[in-house]
């Protein structure tokens, strides 16, 4: 039996990369898969190969910086399913600049979409896993949560994420509620192909560039994330929880 049958997952901002790439994953394990993204259009083929599984896959269109579309979102989840037991924050967007070139908007929108999102999917998926005494969440931090050139608003979000996984761990334990964060470092995907295009280089110049760095000498692949957060939805790390886990090819400080 796989070890996560039965359980029903939501993974936000899954249309494409990492978030597409862990709901497959937690499919192949057994659950059925709620997948959210501005467009439920642009899900279809992160749908498409979850039910490959033999999984059920459903797709909501949902801005997660929005409580009234996450809490219309959860409910609908709800109902479909009859319970949520995972839920992977993963939901989030770059604009990078200097600080003192940096606009007000963009930095607010970096903090609306990845430190409020969390925070209110948190918040919404809360009120089922604490009635059914169960239930794992997942945050999505960073490397850069130690400080990055020309991310203020994206560092600034990371590391705060770190500190609500810490907060809500201590608040929804006694719930039997995990609540882990995911640090990637350098990982191969369109968003990461888009940052390089914007600095003007190829996919395979940022990578010969910052792979240098990373003391396994190559880029992660989004498997590299949705094997850990597998791992960290499942009971198997029913003792864990409070922790942000790097996975960056190396200790942190070493490949930013």
């Known amino acids: 039996m796989a070890r996560l049958s039965g359980r029903v997952a939501v993974v936000t901002g899954a249309a494409r990369g990492i978030g597409a790439a862990e709901a497959i994953r937690l499919a192949q394990d057994g659950a059925n898969v709620a997948v959210l993204d501005l467009s439920a259009e642009a899900c279809k083929e992160t749908v498409e190969a979850i039910e490959a599984t033999g999984a059920e896959g459903f797709a909501v269109a949902c801005d997660v910086s929005s409580g009234q579309q996450v809490e219309a979102a959860f409910a609908e ?21 200097l600080s003192f070139k940096m606009t ?21 998926v809360q009120k089922y896993m604490t009635e059914q005494q169960y239930g794992k969440i997942i945050m999505t931090s960073s490397i850069v949560a130690q400080g990055n050139r020309g991310q203020a608003n994206y560092s600034a979000a990371k590391g705060a994420l ?27 995907t369109e968003m990461t192909r888009e940052a390089a295009e914007r600095a003007g280089m190829t996919m395979d110049e940022m990578k010969d560039r910052f792979a240098k760095g990373i003391p396994l000498k190559r880029f992660g692949r989004v498997d590299d994330i949705s094997n850990v957060v597998s ?26």
């Open 77 to 97: 989840i709800a109902e479909r399913f009859g319970r949520i037991d995972i839920l992977v924050n993963n939901a989030g967007i770059i604009r990078d600049n």
């Open 162 to 188: 770190q500190s609500l996984t810490a907060t809500l761990a201590i608040e929804l334990g006694r719930f039997n509620i995990n609540v882990n964060a995911i640090a990637p470092g350098w990982i191969e």
């Open 231 to 256: 791992f960290l939805v499942s009971d198997e790390a029913s003792y864990v929880s409070g922790e942000t886990i790097h996975i960056a090819g190396g200790p942190a400080s070493s490949v930013i």
């Open 104 to 124: 007000e908007e963009d930095w607010d929108l970096v903090l609306d979409v990845h430190l409020k999102g969390s925070f209110l999917c948190s918040k919404a």
